[in-house]
C-alpha cells in the first residue's frame, strides 16, 4: 500500500494569512492526487484532483502543487470559513489512501 | 443535483453482519463507478471499495476483502455494503461516493451524508 504522510496535523493562523499543507508519499504516485475539506459535523469536499487541478466551485484562494512524492495544498488569505480538517488522497495505485488529515484552526 | 443518501447503520454486536444502502439521485447511476469509504471516530478515512457502473467488477482493500461485499441494484439506485463478521474496529461513519465522470478517475467528488456504525457488545 502507499503511505501518506500528512503534516502537520494541526495548525492555527491568522486570518489572511497564507498556510500550507504537506502530503508526502511512500513511492512516486505521477499527481494522482486529491485533496479534501471536512468542516466539523460534515461530509468531505473535493478541493482539488490531479494535485493541481481546482475543483469546480472551490475558492481560487486554494491551490495544488508538487509532484513525485511530495504535494502541497495552499490556503492563500485565510477565511474564517476555511476552519476544517484537510485530507490529501491517492489514486495513483489501489488500494486508494488517505493522509491522517490537518486540522486548521484560526488564530 | 447529485444526492447520496446512505441508510442502514446503527449498533451491532461483534461476529454480527449488517447490510449499509445507498440511494443515489440526481445522475443516471447506471453510469458511474461508486465506491464507499469510511472514517473511524479517530477521523482516519480508509477506501473500502468500488465497484464498476454494471456491477460486474468490484476492487477492495486487501484487509477488508474477505468481509465486506459491494454490490449494487441499478433499477433501484441503490448501492450496498455488505458487512460480516464486524469487529469493534469496524466502528465508524460509512460514505457512499461517486467521482466526477462515470471512469473511476480516484478521486471523490460526491459524498453522501454517512451512516454511523458502531460495533459493541
Known amino acids: 500500500d502507499i503511505r501518506m504522510t500528512q503534516s502537520p496535523a494541526s495548525l492555527s493562523a491568522s486570518l489572511g494569512e497564507t498556510v500550507n499543507i504537506e502530503c508526502l508519499a511512500s513511492?512516486?504516485?505521477?499527481?494522482?492526487l486529491a485533496w479534501y475539506q471536512q468542516k466539523p459535523g460534515k461530509s468531505p469536499q473535493l478541493l482539488i484532483y490531479?494535485?493541481?487541478s481546482l475543483q469546480n466551485g472551490v475558492p481560487s484562494r486554494f491551490s495544488g502543487s508538487g509532484s513525485g512524492t511530495q504535494y502541497s495544498l495552499k490556503i492563500n488569505s485565510l477565511q474564517s470559513e476555511d476552519v476544517a480538517t484537510y485530507f490529501c488522497q491517492q489514486y495513483n495505485n489501489y488500494p486508494l489512501t488517505f493522509g491522517s488529515g490537518t486540522k486548521l484552526e484560526i488564530k | 443535483e447529485v444526492q447520496l443518501v446512505e441508510s442502514g447503520g446503527g449498533l451491532v454486536k461483534p461476529g454480527a453482519s449488517l447490510k449499509l444502502s445507498c440511494v443515489a439521485s440526481g445522475f443516471t447511476f447506471s453510469d458511474y463507478w461508486m465506491s464507499w469509504v469510511r472514517q473511524t471516530p479517530g477521523k482516519t478515512m480508509e477506501w473500502i471499495g468500488d465497484i464498476k457502473y454494471d456491477g460486474s467488477y468490484t476492487n477492495y482493500a486487501p484487509s477488508l476483502k474477505n468481509r465486506f461485499t459491494i454490490s449494487r441494484d441499478n433499477a433501484k439506485s441503490t448501492l450496498y455494503l455488505q458487512m460480516s463478521n464486524v469487529r469493534s474496529e469496524d466502528t465508524a461513519t460509512y460514505y457512499c461516493?461517486?467521482?466526477?465522470?462515470?471512469?473511476?478517475?480516484?478521486?471523490?467528488?460526491?459524498w453522501g451524508q454517512g451512516t454511523l456504525v458502531t460495533v459493541s457488545s
Open positions: 513511492e512516486d504516485i505521477y499527481s494522482d
Open positions: 490531479n494535485a493541481n
Open positions: 461516493t461517486r467521482g466526477t465522470t462515470g471512469i473511476p478517475e480516484g478521486w471523490f467528488a460526491y
